[in-house]
C-alpha cells in the first residue's frame, strides 16, 4: 500500500560497523537485568507513590553516577476530565477524572559542542496498578540507564539529552510536559521513544488485517519466525532516525531483527479512510512518542508490541524473569549508535 512499504536499510559503513562492535560490547548484560531487577515493583504517582519517588531519586543518582548532567522537571495539570488508566492488554479498565496531576521526568544532559540540535531519548518509568512493570517499562528504563554509561564523555557536536518520563499510563503526561519544553526551545529536537523493549516469544500475534497495509513486514516477521524482533514506529518526518536505528539492529541482530512501520494514519491518501475503518490503527499511538507528534517532533517509537507479543503486558505477571536480557542489551546499543549518528559522533568512550 501506498506509503507502507520499510524505508530501504543499508549495510552500515565500516566505521558505524566498527562503532556498533565497540558499542556491543561496552553495553553490559549483567547490568541492565540488575537495573530492571531493582525497577520491577508498581510505581506510580496514584497507586504507589512512594515507591514511584524513591525510583525518581535512584535514577537521578545513576544518571549523575554515570558523569551527566541531572534536572528534575516537575509539572501539573488542572482539571483534568476523562483521562484513562490502562490495566489491561491495552483496553480501557477504567475511566477516572482527576483534579489535578502532578508528576515529574528525570532528564540527563549532554552539551554538545556545537549544540544546533537535541537528540532525546525517552523511555517512561511508571507502571499501572499492581504490576512490577519489568518489560512496561523498566526494560526500557534500563536500555536507558545503560545509554549514560556507553555513550560516554563523547565529543559530540549536538545536545543529546536521556529523558525518563513519569506518567505515561494514564494519558502521556511526562511526555507532555517534554513535548512543550521542547517545542519551546530554539534548538530542534528528534526522538527515540524506548516502550516495552524485552519480550521475546516463539511467535508473534498480529491485529487481524495488518498484513493489508504492511505486506512486506508481515512478510519478513513469517520468515524470521521466533518473535525477537523489535517494531520501529515512524512518521515522515522521522524516517531518517527509523532508518538509522534500524540499520543499527539489523547490523547487532541479523536479517529480520528490525521492522519498520510508518504510522497508518501517516500515509499519503488512504491515512483518512484507515483512520475511519480500521481499528487497530490506534494501536499505533499509545505511548509517549504521540505528544512529540503532536508538537511536530520528529519521533520513533521503539518496541517489542507489548500486548500483541507478551501476555504478562499490564498483568502482575511481568516480572523480571519474562524477559530476555540479550534482546534489550542489543537494543540500547542500537540506540546508542543511531544518537552517535545523529548526535555527530562515531566515536566510542564508554564507561565500565
Known amino acids: 500500500m501506498l506509503g507502507a512499504s520499510e524505508p530501504r536499510q543499508r549495510p552500515l559503513p565500516s566505521a558505524l560497523a566498527a562503532c556498533a562492535e565497540e558499542l556491543r560490547s561496552a553495553v553490559r548484560i549483567d547490568r541492565i537485568e540488575a537495573d530492571v531487577h531493582a525497577l520491577a515493583a508498581p510505581r506510580s504517582r496514584l497507586h504507589a507513590r512512594a515507591r514511584i519517588e524513591l525510583v525518581e531519586q535512584w535514577i537521578a543518582g545513576r544518571f549523575r553516577s554515570a558523569g551527566w548532567d541531572v534536572e528534575r522537571q516537575p509539572f501539573a495539570y488542572e482539571s483534568a476530565a476523562g483521562w484513562l488508566d490502562y490495566r489491561e492488554n491495552?483496553?480501557?479498565a477504567a475511566t477516572t477524572t482527576y483534579e489535578r496531576l502532578e508528576g515529574a521526568n528525570v532528564l540527563a544532559f549532554r552539551r554538545g559542542t556545537r549544540s544546533e540540535r537535541t537528540i532525546v531519548v525517552g523511555a517512561?518509568?511508571?507502571?499501572?496498578?499492581?504490576?512490577p512493570g519489568a518489560d512496561d517499562n523498566a526494560s526500557g528504563v534500563a536500555a536507558l540507564l545503560e545509554l549514560a554509561h556507553v555513550l560516554g564523555p563523547a565529543n559530540i557536536r549536538h545536545d543529546v539529552l536521556l529523558?525518563?518520563?513519569d506518567m505515561e499510563e494514564i494519558g502521556f503526561f511526562g511526555a507532555r510536559a517534554l513535548?512543550?519544553?521542547l517545542r519551546a526551545s530554539p534548538r530542534p529536537a528528534t526522538a527515540l521513544i524506548l516502550e516495552s523493549i524485552g519480550y521475546?516469544?516463539?511467535g508473534q500475534r498480529l491485529p487481524a488485517g495488518v498484513g493489508v497495509v504492511y505486506r512486506g513486514q508481515t512478510a519478513r516477521i513469517a520468515r524470521r519466525g521466533i518473535a525477537d524482533w523489535t517494531l520501529v514506529v515512524y512518521r515522515a518526518d522521522s524516517t531518517a532516525v527509523a532508518r538509522a536505528f534500524g540499520e543499527a539492529l539489523v547490523h547487532l541482530g541479523g536479517p529480520g531483527a528490525a521492522v519498520l512501520a510508518r504510522d497508518p494514519l501517516d500515509l499519503p491518501i488512504v491515512g483518512q479512510l484507515i483512520a475511519r475503518r480500521i481499528p487497530w490503527a490506534v494501536d499505533f499511538a499509545r505511548s509517549d512518542h504521540v505528544p512529540l507528534w503532536e508538537a511536530g517532533i520528529p519521533a520513533i517509537q521503539v518496541t517489542d508490541t507489548a500486548?500483541?507479543?507478551n501476555p504478562n503486558y499490564h498483568?502482575?505477571?511481568d516480572?523480571?524473569?519474562?524477559l530476555d536480557y540479550a534482546c534489550i542489551a542489543r537494543v540500547a546499543a542500537a540506540t546508542a549508535l543511531a544518537v552517535r549518528q545523529l548526535a555527530g559522533t562515531t566515536s566510542t568512550a564508554a564507561r565500565s
Open 90 to 92: 491495552g483496553r480501557k
Open 124 to 131: 517512561h518509568f511508571d507502571t499501572v496498578r499492581d504490576s
Open 315 to 317: 498483568q502482575p505477571t
Open 307 to 309: 500486548n500483541f507479543r
Open 319 to 322: 516480572v523480571p524473569q519474562t
Open 179 to 181: 513535548a512543550e519544553r
Open 163 to 165: 529523558a525518563a518520563l
Open 200 to 202: 521475546t516469544a516463539p
